[in-house]
């Protein structure tokens, strides 16, 4: 009798058990199927496990297209994974915005008017795919107020126009671009109130129309061999001592560490522009904003 009642007792807690709830944070990854609700990040029957929350991961495969319709759609806490030939659109002028962890694999790629990288995200661009424009006049456009972004491959065209920076980095962020090729038609800024720092390693290519650095503490940090090709008629506004100081032309100030090329005219989608190489000569010393 003693027996039996122990057999109930430990019938009753497995019953228990198997019939508590499945915890649906306990599905950690969720893959993108896609087809319904015009292809939207946010919409449940695009995946097969849900929306991406905090803490999972999501992985995007094959030529899918995933549309974004408001700017913070992707700011979901998740870690999400392009792959194959797969792309992130948004049609719209305003900005994109993720968090967490947003990689870029293959040959995916991403289009849209302004991507904005804010504090604690991660992009990882290791894809040989591109960042093109949604068709809006003067974008796309680079906006980070900090995290980090590491770049590897594939090609960025960054429009912008005279009170648009096509690339903006402040708020700690840290770039760090060992390949792929970044074309800017307007200014680059490293550093605006707050310190950024962008790490140029030879295997990339960096063309800028003209470069401000005017924030104490922030870096543009060459690697050996590494060459940065700047408009010839382009404009440096680099922190000298404790003034500002704007300067027109090629910075030559400290220039034994560098080597100043030939000027090479060159087309990247909007006329013909004269780029002018400064290239690293090896084992230069940290140089930072020309100060």
Known sequence: MKQNRSNL???AVLGCLFTLPVVHGQILTTNWTGGHSGDRFDRADNWDNGVPEAGRTANVGGSSRVEIGIAGEMAVGATINMIDSSFIE???VSTTQFSDV???NDSSSLIT????VAPGNILNWN???TWTTAGEANTPNFTSTGGTVNMSAGVWTLNGNDNTDSFNARGDNVFNMTGGTIVMEFRMRVGQSTPATFNLGSGASLY?????MNTAGSLLNFAPNATLHIVSTGEF???LGDGFVGIDGIVTTDSEDFIFGTPVTQNFGFGDVEYTPITAIPEPRAYAAWA
């Open 9 to 11: 007792r430990l019938f």
């Open 90 to 92: 948004r049609n719209s």
């Open 102 to 104: 947003l990689n870029f």
């Open 113 to 116: 008017s302004e991507l904005r």
């Open 127 to 129: 894809s040989t795919g």
């Open 208 to 212: 800028i129309y003209s470069l401000f």
């Open 237 to 239: 506004n680099a922190r």
